[in-house]
């Protein structure tokens, strides 16, 4: 297997602390998305949305998107499971990952990609071309805000999202805060329980993926 990976990015980070949560190790190569390698014609035959992270198996196949490689490595190496033990588990990880991933990661892209002048009609990545909107910038400001503060509630009264579970729905949170900084947003000081949460899940070793 080899991972097509940008060590900038959030998204490929992902996958790199999922990987460093089983302890497996597997050839990465960097697609510099600051040199647009992403839209060159050898990656796009690979991944026709120009994307990382991508996930090649030996036979050649490629699997695009952070959810899909996380299933198929959690299969391939069911040892440390990361998305549930139990049908419960399962489910509750999944649906916590989902909403991590739609109010953390994609409210900062959408932070990010729709006010920085280097993504001028690159507002989503992909083959398309999309014009920024600030409002929607400034919207993912504010829902950041809130995600902030979402779970500093939820952390009051729980290790992980899932309880005494550390699950993928963490890593997905973790790379979020790691990706605020972007947008320049910081945990804010009276969040206690979100910077207790916070400090445990960065003092583990795959926090350094
Ligand atoms: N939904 C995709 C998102 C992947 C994504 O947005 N990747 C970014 C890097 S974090 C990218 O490849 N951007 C390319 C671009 O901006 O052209 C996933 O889950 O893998």
């Not at 998107?65 to 990880?93: D, F, W």
């Not at 909107?133 to 504010?142: N, S």
Request: proline share 6%; aromatic share 10%.
């Amino acid at each position: 297997m080899k991972l097509y990976d940008y060590a900038a990015a959030p998204n490929p980070r992902r996958v790199r602390i999922f990987l460093a949560e089983k302890n497996i190790e597997i050839e990465t190569v960097q697609i510099d998305l600051a040199k647009l390698e992403q839209k060159s014609e050898a990656f796009l035959k690979l991944s026709p949305l120009g994307e990382v992270p991508l996930l090649q198996l030996d036979d050649g196949t490629c699997i695009s998107q952070v959810h899909a490689i996380c299933r198929y490595i959690e299969e391939v190496y069911p040892e440390n499971p990361l998305l549930g033990r139990t049908p419960l588990e399962k489910a509750l990880v999944e649906s916590s990952n989902h909403q991590l991933n739609m109010n953390g990661i994609v409210a900062v892209a959408d932070g990010f990609r729709n006010a920085n002048p280097a993504f001028a009609d690159r507002a989503l990545p992909g083959p398309n071309s999309y014009a920024q909107i600030p409002a929607l910038a400034e919207r993912g400001l504010l829902r950041v805000d809130h995600l902030f503060h979402d779970l500093d509630a939820h952390f009051a009264n729980s290790e992980f999202v899932i309880g005494d579970y550390f699950s993928v729905a963490d890593i997905t949170a973790f790379t979020t805060i790691g990706f605020a900084r972007w947008i320049k947003k910081k945990i804010p000081e009276d969040c206690i329980n979100l910077q207790r949460w916070f400090d445990q899940v960065n003092a583990r070793p795959s926090a350094k993926a």
